[in-house]
């Protein structure tokens, strides 16, 4: 985990890893979204933890700008991409439902939320073997 999270390496071997796939992991350091991504080019979004480290005590003292977050992630990802964020508790993910609700009004985003692939993994720890998942899909 340590090599993953704090050496150049380490993360260059997973954005590499990831890249091949089309996924765009948050890793550690929110915000900035990765400005070297072009707009309309990637096919998930994958945010483990973000829904409950995002509200949390802000990383490095600085607040994430949540609304950004969800706006840039509508423009890097192609139609019928994927946006999948993971909390640790239901909570978690109602609470970031608010945020993604309330962007979706202001910045009048084209995310729906994919219902199905929040039942098909009820209860705790269900997927991925932690949490509770949410997934919004950009729609044209």
């Not at 423009?75 to 964020?85: A, D, E, Q, R």
Request: hydrophobic share 35%.
């Amino acid at each position: 985990k340590e090599f993953y999270i704090y050496t150049e390496e380490g993360k260059q071997f997973l954005k590499d890893l990831f890249s091949q796939a089309n996924i765009e992991a948050y890793v550690r350091v929110l915000p900035p979204y990765p400005e070297q991504i072009n707009n309309e080019s990637i096919d998930y979004v994958v945010a483990i933890n973000a829904a409950f480290e995002l509200m949390a005590t802000p990383y490095q003292g600085k607040p994430a700008d949540i609304e950004g977050i969800i706006t840039e992630t509508h423009k890097k990802l192609k139609n019928n991409g994927s946006f999948i964020v993971q909390g640790l508790t239901s909570n978690d993910i109602d609470l970031f439902r608010m945020h993604v609700c309330d962007a979706i009004k202001k910045k009048k985003l084209s995310f729906e939320e994919d219902y199905e692939f929040l039942g098909s993994l009820e209860g705790p720890f269900s997927f991925a073997g932690m949490g509770y998942w949410a997934r919004w899909e950009k729609k044209k």
